[in-house]
């Protein structure tokens, strides 16, 4: 009887040291969980930006005013007949 209380108690030493120590232990497990949160949070920001550029292109691809919009913004696109006016806020 009391062999066999050793030897369970042993079992139970072992298999704690695994747990805790060895190859894929809790430590291990905590970390993986948090840096899958951390990549599904920046999977979601990816995401949105994705969509953002889609709405973008199809802006771009179906209407004239957004082209003229970005040209404006980016290339700085002044009609004729129009006064170009730039404000400069002092620092």
């Known amino acids: 009887m009391r062999i066999i209380v050793i030897v369970l ?17 809790v430590r291990e497990v905590w970390q993986l969980k948090e840096q899958v949160q951390q990549q599904m ?7 949105d930006y994705n969509v953002t550029l889609e709405a973008e292109i199809d802006d ?3 209407g004239h005013t957004a082209i003229e919009e ?13 006064t170009f ?6 620092e």
Not at 41 to 47: D, F, V
Not at 85 to 90: E, G
């Open 60 to 62: 771009l691809k179906k």
């Open 9 to 25: 108690i042993a079992l139970l030493v072992a298999l704690q040291y695994k747990l805790w120590f060895g190859e894929g232990n």
């Open 41 to 47: 949070q920046a999977n979601r920001a990816l995401e």
């Open 70 to 82: 970005h040209a404006r913004s980016q290339l700085g696109l002044v009609k004729p007949d129009e």
């Open 85 to 90: 006016y730039q404000v400069v806020h002092p």
